[in-house]
C-alpha cells in the first residue's frame, strides 16, 4: 500500500512525518514540495493529486491550508489513497477541533498515535472516529479558534454570529469544556456546490448541484435522532443492493418539487420513513460524517447574474463593462465574491473604475497570465455593482477581441441560501429523561463549484 505519509505546510515545512516501509528516501517530503511549488505546467497550473518522479508515486490532498501526502512504489488505487489520506484530515480535526498547523504541532502525541492506530506497515485498518476512541487514550490541547482563520465551508459560520454559536466548527469530540462537562449539541450543515453556465445573453445554458448533508454530533450516549427532510422532496427508485436512489422522471414533476436525480445515505441511516415521511433515521456514530450526498440538474435560480459588454474605444483602446446582480434575497450576504475575466493577448495596461461608494471591493491584472479579477469582500441580496475595466492594447486592430475576453468565471460562498431549496424541517432526538434538552442547530451555506459566463 504506502510507503509513507507526511503533513506539509504550505511553506514546505514537515509537521507530521512516518515512514512506514523504508523502501523511499527520507528526503521525499523535500523532492516533492519542490516538484509541487515549481510546477511546470500551464500558465498558473497546479500540481495533480498523483504524479510520479524517479519511481515514486505521490499522492495529496489540501485540507485547511495543509498537505496531506503518500508516498507509494506500487500502484495502488489513486482514488484509495486519496480517500484514505481526506479520512486522516478528517479523523485529525475531529479529536483536535480545529486543524491547522498550530493544532498539528501542539498535539503531536496524540496525531502519532492516530496515525498508528489508523494504518499498520502502510495498510489502513480503521479510519472510523468512534471505532478509534478505544484506542487512543491522549487528551488533545485545545487552541484557541478564535485567534485563527478557519478554511473551507466551515468558515461561514462565523464565531460571534448571532445565528451559531463559537464553537460551531471548532470542538474535539473527546475533549470537555472548562468546566469538566460535555456540552450537548447536534449541527446539521446542508452544503451545496452549484455548477451554472450562461450564455453571452445571460442565459442558463448548464445548471447542476452536488449538495451533501453533514452531520457532527457532540450528544452522549448517541440517542437515535430522526432528520425531517421538505414534505415536497421527489426522488428516483431505491435499488434492492445499496442505499442509493436511481433516476426515475416519473417521480414528481409537479411544479416547486425538490427533485434530486440520484442519492446514497451513510451506512448508518435508516430509510423505513424515507419514503412516506422523508425522514432520515440514525444513530450518529463520533464526529464529522455526511448522511446524504444528493445530485440535482432541475432548473433552479441562479443567485448571481452577470451582465458584461465588450466595445472597442479606439485603435488601442477597448471596455469592458462589468454588472453583477445578486439575486437573492436582502437578507442574506455572500462573502467573498470574485470574478476573473481573461484579458486578450494583446492586453499590455489595465485601469479601473469602481463605483461611487463602493467598499470592500478590490481589482487587480496578472500580467503574466492576462486575467482581470475583481474580488467583493461582501455583496447583499438585491443589489448591483459594477466594475468598468479599460484596456490598453498593443495592436491597433483585434478582430477578435470578443473572443479572446472572457469566459467569465465566478467563486463565491453564501451563508444560509440554498439554491435547491432542500430544507431540514425538524430534528428529533429521543430523549432519555424530561429535562434533556441538547442544543439543535440547522445551517445553510452555497459554493460556487464552477460558475461560468460566456461573452
Not at 49 to 57: E, R, S
Not at 203 to 221: A, R
Not at 291 to 296: S, T, V
Not at 323 to 335: E, G, K, L, P, Y
Given at each position: 500500500m504506502?510507503?509513507?505519509?507526511f503533513?506539509?505546510s504550505?511553506?514546505?515545512d514537515?509537521?507530521?512525518?512516518?515512514?512506514?516501509r523504508?523502501?523511499?528516501?527520507?528526503?521525499?517530503?523535500?523532492i516533492?514540495f519542490?516538484k509541487v511549488k515549481f510546477?511546470?505546467?500551464?500558465?498558473?497550473e497546479e500540481?495533480p493529486p498523483?504524479?510520479?518522479v524517479?519511481?515514486?508515486?505521490y499522492?495529496h490532498?489540501?485540507?485547511?491550508?495543509?498537505?496531506?501526502v503518500?508516498?507509494?512504489?506500487?500502484?495502488?488505487s489513486?482514488?484509495l489513497?486519496?480517500?484514505?489520506?481526506q479520512?486522516?484530515?478528517?479523523?485529525?480535526?475531529?479529536?483536535?477541533?480545529?486543524?491547522?498547523?498550530?493544532s498539528?504541532?501542539k498535539?503531536?502525541?496524540?496525531?502519532?498515535?492516530?496515525l498508528?492506530?489508523?494504518?499498520?506497515?502502510g495498510?489502513p485498518?480503521?479510519?472510523?472516529?468512534?471505532?478509534?476512541?478505544?484506542?487512543?487514550?491522549?487528551?488533545?490541547?485545545?487552541?484557541?479558534?478564535a485567534?485563527?482563520?478557519?478554511l473551507?465551508?466551515?468558515?461561514?459560520?462565523?464565531?460571534?454570529?448571532?445565528?451559531?454559536?463559537?464553537?460551531?466548527v471548532t470542538?474535539?469530540?473527546?475533549?470537555s469544556?472548562?468546566?469538566?462537562n460535555?456540552?450537548?449539541?447536534?449541527?446539521?450543515?446542508i452544503?451545496?456546490?452549484?455548477?451554472?453556465t450562461f450564455?453571452?445573453s445571460?442565459y442558463?445554458?448548464?445548471?447542476?448541484?452536488?449538495?451533501?448533508?453533514?452531520?457532527k454530533?457532540?450528544l452522549?450516549?448517541?440517542?437515535?435522532i430522526?432528520?425531517g427532510?421538505?414534505?415536497?422532496?421527489?426522488?428516483g427508485?431505491?435499488?434492492?443492493?445499496?442505499?442509493?436512489?436511481?433516476?426515475?422522471?416519473?417521480?414528481?414533476?409537479?411544479?416547486?418539487?425538490?427533485?434530486?436525480d440520484?442519492?446514497?445515505?451513510h451506512?448508518?441511516?435508516?430509510?423505513?420513513?424515507?419514503?412516506?415521511?422523508r425522514?432520515?433515521?440514525?444513530?450518529?456514530?463520533?464526529?464529522?460524517?455526511?448522511?446524504?450526498?444528493?445530485?440535482?440538474?432541475?432548473?433552479?435560480?441562479?443567485?448571481?447574474?452577470?451582465y458584461?459588454?465588450?466595445?472597442?474605444?479606439?485603435?488601442f483602446?477597448?471596455?469592458?463593462?462589468?454588472?453583477?446582480r445578486a439575486?437573492?434575497?436582502?437578507n442574506?450576504t455572500a462573502?467573498?465574491?470574485?470574478?476573473?475575466?481573461?484579458?486578450p493577448?494583446?492586453t499590455?495596461?489595465?485601469s479601473?473604475?469602481?463605483?461611487?461608494?463602493?467598499?470592500?471591493?478590490?481589482?487587480?491584472?496578472?500580467?503574466?497570465?492576462?486575467?482581470?479579477?475583481?474580488?467583493c469582500?461582501?455583496?447583499v441580496?438585491?443589489?448591483?455593482?459594477?466594475?468598468v475595466?479599460?484596456?490598453?492594447?498593443?495592436?491597433?486592430?483585434n478582430?477578435?477581441?470578443?473572443?479572446?475576453?472572457?469566459?467569465?468565471?465566478?467563486?463565491?460562498t453564501?451563508?444560509?441560501?440554498?439554491?435547491s431549496?432542500l430544507?431540514?424541517?425538524?430534528?428529533?432526538?429521543?430523549?432519555?429523561?424530561?429535562?434533556?434538552?441538547?442544543?439543535?442547530?440547522v445551517?445553510?451555506?452555497t459554493?460556487?463549484?464552477?460558475y461560468?459566463?460566456?461573452?
Amino acid at each position: 500500500m504506502i510507503s509513507q505519509f507526511f503533513v506539509l505546510s504550505l511553506r514546505g515545512d514537515n509537521i507530521v512525518f512516518r515512514d512506514y516501509r523504508g523502501d523511499v528516501s527520507k528526503s521525499s517530503a523535500e523532492i516533492f514540495f519542490r516538484k509541487v511549488k515549481f510546477w511546470k505546467g500551464e500558465e498558473g497550473e497546479e500540481a495533480p493529486p498523483v504524479f510520479n518522479v524517479d519511481g515514486v508515486n505521490y499522492l495529496h490532498v489540501k485540507h485547511s491550508g495543509l498537505l496531506f501526502v503518500a508516498t507509494t512504489r506500487v500502484n495502488p488505487s489513486p482514488a484509495l489513497v486519496l480517500e484514505l489520506l481526506q479520512r486522516i484530515a478528517r479523523v485529525a480535526k475531529d479529536y483536535l477541533g480545529v486543524l491547522n498547523e498550530d493544532s498539528l504541532r501542539k498535539n503531536f502525541v496524540l496525531v502519532y498515535e492516530l496515525l498508528d492506530e489508523m494504518i499498520d506497515f502502510g495498510y489502513p485498518q480503521t479510519t472510523s472516529t468512534e471505532g478509534l476512541k478505544s484506542f487512543v487514550f491522549n487528551e488533545p490541547v485545545v487552541v484557541d479558534a478564535a485567534r485563527i482563520p478557519s478554511l473551507g465551508p466551515a468558515a461561514m459560520f462565523i464565531p460571534g454570529s448571532k445565528r451559531v454559536p463559537g464553537t460551531a466548527v471548532t470542538k474535539s469530540v473527546v475533549a470537555s469544556d472548562a468546566s469538566g462537562n460535555k456540552r450537548e449539541e447536534v449541527f446539521v450543515d446542508i452544503i451545496e456546490k452549484i455548477s451554472v453556465t450562461f450564455n453571452a445573453s445571460g442565459y442558463v445554458l448548464t445548471s447542476e448541484i452536488d449538495g451533501t448533508i453533514q452531520m457532527k454530533s457532540y450528544l452522549t450516549g448517541n440517542p437515535e435522532i430522526k432528520v425531517g427532510l421538505s414534505d415536497d422532496l421527489a426522488v428516483g427508485v431505491r435499488s434492492n443492493n445499496n442505499n442509493t436512489f436511481a433516476p426515475d422522471y416519473s417521480v414528481g414533476s409537479g411544479v416547486g418539487l425538490v427533485v434530486l436525480d440520484d442519492c446514497n445515505f451513510h451506512e448508518s441511516v435508516r430509510l423505513d420513513d424515507f419514503e412516506t415521511e422523508r425522514a432520515l433515521t440514525l444513530v450518529p456514530p463520533d464526529g464529522e460524517f455526511p448522511i446524504m450526498n444528493y445530485r440535482m440538474t432541475q432548473e433552479f435560480k441562479p443567485p448571481f447574474k452577470v451582465y458584461p459588454v465588450i466595445e472597442e474605444k479606439g485603435p488601442f483602446k477597448a471596455e469592458i463593462r462589468l454588472t453583477v446582480r445578486a439575486d437573492f434575497a436582502s437578507n442574506i450576504t455572500a462573502n467573498m465574491v470574485v470574478l476573473r475575466v481573461p484579458m486578450p493577448k494583446t492586453t499590455t495596461r489595465v485601469s479601473f473604475v469602481l463605483e461611487e461608494g463602493a467598499v470592500g471591493q478590490t481589482t487587480d491584472f496578472k500580467e503574466s497570465t492576462k486575467v482581470m479579477e475583481w474580488c467583493c469582500r461582501k455583496i447583499v441580496g438585491g443589489s448591483d455593482h459594477v466594475l468598468v475595466a479599460k484596456l490598453t492594447l498593443s495592436q491597433e486592430k483585434n478582430l477578435n477581441i470578443k473572443k479572446e475576453a472572457g469566459p467569465i468565471s465566478m467563486t463565491f460562498t453564501i451563508p444560509m441560501y440554498n439554491a435547491s431549496k432542500l430544507q431540514v424541517k425538524y430534528l428529533q432526538i429521543v430523549k432519555k429523561t424530561k429535562s434533556y434538552n441538547p442544543h439543535r442547530w440547522v445551517r445553510y451555506v452555497t459554493l460556487a463549484n464552477s460558475y461560468v459566463i460566456r461573452t
